[in-house]
Nanobody
Framework: QVQLVESGGGLVQAGGSLRLSCVTS????????IGWFRQAPGKERDFVAAISWTNSRTDYADSVKGRFTISRDNDKNTVFLQMNTLKPEDTAVYYCAARLGSYYFSPSANDYSYWGQGTQVTVSS
C-alpha cells in the first residue's frame, strides 16, 4: 500500500505561483512513478506531470510545459509541483498518484494505483 497526501493548494491571481506537495508513505517507491493530475468541474481527470522515483526522469503535459516543474526529495518522501505563470484554466482539484513497477510514463489515470485526496487550486482572472 502507498499513501499520498497533497497540500499547498489555494487561491491565486493569474500570473501568480503555487507549490504543491505530495508526501508519500507506505511501501518503498523504487521503480515507481509519481504523477500529478487535475480535474476541473464536469471534466475528466487530466495528466499534468510525472517523475520517476529513482532517476528523476520527468514528463509533462503540453499545456504546462515551461510553466510547471515537478521535482522530488527522496529523503522526505515528497514530490513537489511548482506552478508558475498560473492561468484561470489551471483551476482544478490537483491529485498526486503512484504508478507501480513501470519504466515508462503514462498519461492515463487508469495506470495509477494509489491516489491522494486532492487539493484545490483556484486561479482568478
Amino acid at each position: 500500500q502507498v499513501q499520498l497526501v497533497e497540500s499547498g493548494g489555494g487561491l491565486v491571481q493569474a500570473g501568480g505561483s503555487l507549490r504543491l506537495s505530495c508526501v508519500t508513505s507506505g511501501r518503498p517507491l523504487s521503480n515507481h512513478h509519481i504523477g500529478w493530475f487535475r480535474q476541473a468541474p464536469g471534466k475528466e481527470r487530466d495528466f499534468v506531470a510525472a517523475i520517476s522515483w529513482t532517476n528523476s526522469r520527468t514528463d509533462y503535459a503540453d499545456s504546462v510545459k515551461g510553466r510547471f516543474t515537478i521535482s522530488r526529495d527522496n529523503d522526505k518522501n515528497t514530490v513537489f509541483l511548482q506552478m508558475n505563470t498560473l492561468k484561470p484554466e489551471d483551476t482544478a482539484v490537483y491529485y498526486c498518484a503512484a504508478r507501480l513497477g513501470s519504466y515508462y510514463f503514462s498519461p492515463s489515470a487508469n495506470d495509477y494505483s494509489y491516489w491522494g485526496q486532492g487539493t484545490q487550486v483556484t486561479v482568478s482572472s
